[in-house]
């Protein structure tokens, strides 16, 4: 929808899709790449993403396999892309760690808008069908069409919609401070840390502690002779959880949407 309304004001606009739960740590670097990416992606009739250099074999992201160097952009190079990888096995991340071909999939794309339009109506023509009737028409009836057409549009990620399918990728590498901060564990690399170890906010006393993640919010929140664990405190909830298993918080949200303890989401 957002391809169809910068289509609206320029049939050659070039758009970039940026994830809001993302932090970028270098922006210049960050910026660098992104020029790279607009100028192969209003060169070419591609589709460009950013792969993200692996640190370590990470089970919660999606990967992407690089494939020949197609050309450098101002010291930037641009890879095809050989196959987009799901979130794999621990065993499986080691492989991709160890190749060195593979990067973590960022989700961040850049496209012409008239491409991405064209690729969507070969790929999701439905999709695309119901789009156009909330792009068109007069804009004072915009919301009154979007809140009466869009609940009825697929709801599927554009990997699986399109980027999977698609042989015309482009991948360029951007080692700029990347976090996905999807889960917990993220913020053991943006908060301040005690001298045990523990990442923390708020007020926290720790004893005979480490290596912990602790949001105390507004309660003081005292750790004794704990390791490694997530510590979430709010005023009407407390998550505690094993750092390696934190990103099985879905599990419990599920529960809550079973239960219809709607007021803990």
Known sequence: ?????????????????????QMI????????????????????????????????PETGFGYIERSRKIKVISGVPVYQVKRFAE????????????SGKFYWN???????????IDALRREKPGIIQKLCRIADGPR?????????????????????????RASNVRVIPGDFGWSDIGSWSAFEKIWSKDSSGNAVRGKVISVDSAGNIVDGDSKLVALVGIRDLVVVSTDD??????????????KVIDILKREKLNQYL
Do not use: N
């Not at 909830?237 to 879905?250: G, P, T």
């Open 1 to 21: 929808l957002g391809a169809l309304a910068a289509l609206q004001r320029d049939p050659e606009a070039v758009i970039a899709c940026l994830p809001a739960d």
């Open 25 to 56: 740590g270098d922006i210049e670097k960050f910026r660098k790449v992104l020029r790279a990416g607009l100028a192969a992606a209003k060169k070419d009739e591609v589709h460009v993403t950013f792969g993200i250099p692996p640190s370590a």
């Open 87 to 98: 979130k794999p096995s621990l065993q499986k991340a080691k492989r991709y760690l160890a």
């Open 106 to 116: 960022s989700g961040i794309f850049i496209w012409k808008a008239s491409f991405l």
């Open 140 to 164: 004072k009836q915009f919301q009154s069409r979007f809140r009466k057409i869009y609940p009825s549009v697929e709801s599927i990620s554009i990997d699986y919609a399109l980027m999977e």
């Open 237 to 250: 909830a407390m998550l505690i959880a094993r750092k390696d298993q934190v990103q099985d918080v879905r």
